[in-house]
């Protein structure tokens, strides 16, 4: 657990000049448990999970799902021309025109209304067409069969690159008859029900592929996507020979890992707190995601919460009482940590706006406790990480493997040093892989666009290989003519 004994050392050196030196000692800054030894066998934890998804019987009851994308080759450059795409993972959404070689894109965002997002799927499959087909008008696009990228933020069964189950709604969409639905005939039959637009090939897009592609267009090298948000989870390059699921040996598709499982078979109980237990428990989906849980934007404001909660309740800060906002869940918030890290001066205005009663040495605990939690949060991430880049070198057989990683994520872009603790946590524990890391600018935009673009080039290589050894059967029947 987080080491609480080492704060009452801090409480007795009282108001002395070197509280915060004497507050900086290795007990709090880092989770006991989290050494390079653990964050190893977390890693080596996760590789056991990454074959289990991949394989052709296990992967039913594998918490890390290794979906299959159906994407085959990251962007080499060559990508040209205008796309659509469509961004769907909240009660807004976007509509884009991305003209790929000039980086420059229309954006326009629609609202969803509540009673919509608890509606008919028919309902709002017509919505999102209407809005589609007013922006086409609006940018004298009508006329053009434009190609589209369609990143939907939902759990989903990928049978193909344009043929997508529904598996459940979340984040508050509960629209009927949609559940067991390929979304992408949705689309298109509510498209054909206007009738007076026309759209071309459609793939579909899980973020943290778009994340991967989007910067797969700046840096070719590019073969891992994560985000580290309000969730978090990751995707790689994986060898298609080694995706059991999926016919085929040659080459290679991006999986899409849904790392935040991991732990949901209980792989991972040694390593939570009592605080985590409490997250997991007081959560929508309990016993679901638990990775995640230790890990996002969504739950490090509670996990911090609980843990001042606990050590206020012991009587370690703010005299031992605990305001009606700290004894509330949800209220600590997760953007609180950024900026308290960031300086004293935010943590003693963040305690007071929680009513808190509060002294110098609290304040100072307070920013140490959510240092702990963040740099937990960082370890953990590069623990996983180092799990995928070392998976690609060994596939590969290198000695050395050289990639980029695109990332995206507000506790990734916004925390002052978890960048930084990720990246370093991450060559400790990869040492044979040099790791340049690239902020993706708009994966569900850029990214849907290049996964559209890249499936487009290899359609096209693959109709000129048809076509070429239709030629070369057409030679050899002559050449056979000619000998007889």
């Not at 799902?65 to 060559?78: E, W």
């Not at 529904?166 to 008859?177: A, D, E, V």
């Not at 959560?283 to 001042?308: A, D």
């Not at 706006?353 to 702990?372: F, I, K, N, Q």
């Amino acid at each position: 657990e987080v080491c609480v004994p080492s704060v009452e050392q801090v409480r007795r050196s009282g108001e002395n000049e070197n509280r915060t030196q004497r507050l900086d000692c290795k007990q709090i800054k880092a989770l006991r448990f989290l050494s390079p030894e653990t964050l190893q066998e977390v890693s080596a934890r996760l590789r056991k999970d990454l074959l289990r998804g991949l394989g052709k019987h296990s992967h039913h009851k594998a918490p890390v799902k290794m979906l299959p994308t159906f994407v085959r080759a990251t962007p080499d450059g060559t990508e040209k021309g205008d796309f659509l795409a469509l961004d769907l993972g909240g009660t807004n959404f976007r509509v884009l025109h991305v003209r790929v070689e000039e980086e420059a894109q229309k954006v326009q965002i629609c609202a969803i209304p509540q009673e919509m997002m608890l509606g008919t799927g028919e309902q709002l499959f017509d919505h999102i067409a209407t809005c589609l087909g007013d922006f086409l008008e609006s940018h004298n696009l009508k006329g053009q069969t434009l190609p589209l990228g369609f990143t939907f933020s939902f759990p989903c069964e990928q049978l193909e690159i344009d043929k997508s189950i529904l598996i459940r709604w979340t984040k508050g969409f509960n629209c009927s008859g949609v559940e067991g639905k390929d979304v992408v005939q949705l689309l298109k039959e509510a498209i054909h029900r206007r009738g007076d637009y026309h759209i071309g090939s459609v793939a579909m897009v899980n973020d943290t592929v778009g994340t991967m592609m989007s910067c797969g267009y700046k840096d070719q090298s590019c073969e891992i996507g994560m985000i580290i948000g309000t969730g978090t989870n990751a995707c790689y390059m994986e060898e298609i020979k080694n995706v059991k699921r999926i016919e085929g040996k040659d080459g290679r598709m991006c999986i899409n890992t849904e790392w935040g499982g991991f732990g949901d078979d209980g792989c991972l109980d040694d390593i939570l707190t009592e605080f985590d237990v409490e997250v997991d428990k007081t959560s929508i989906n309990p016993g679901v995601h638990i990775f995640e849980k230790m890990i996002s934007g969504m739950y490090l404001g509670e996990i911090v919460r609980l843990v001042l909660v606990k050590m206020t309740k012991d009587k370690l800060l703010f005299k031992g009482q605990i305001s009606e906002a700290l004894g509330t869940p949800g209220r600590f918030e997760t953007k609180f940590i950024s900026e308290i890290e960031d300086g004293l001066e935010n943590a003693k205005k963040i305690l007071t706006e929680l009513g808190l009663d509060w002294d110098l040495v609290d304040a100072s605990v307070v920013r140490l406790v959510c240092d702990t939690i963040s740099s937990r949060s960082a370890y953990l991430c590069a623990a996983a990480l180092a799990t995928l880049v070392n998976r690609i070198r060994n596939n590969r057989k290198l000695g050395h493997l050289k990639t980029t990683v695109g990332v995206d994520g507000t506790v990734y872009r916004k925390h002052p040093t978890f960048s930084s603790k990720l990246q370093k946590a991450v060559r400790l524990l990869a040492p044979q892989c040099d790791i340049t890391f690239l902020v993706s600018e708009d994966g569900s935009g850029t990214g849907a666009a290049m996964v559209t673009a890249v499936a487009q080039r290899l359609a096209h290589q693959s109709r000129l290989l048809e076509e070429s050894d239709g030629e070369d059967n057409e030679e050899e029947e002559e050449e056979e003519e000619e000998g007889q």
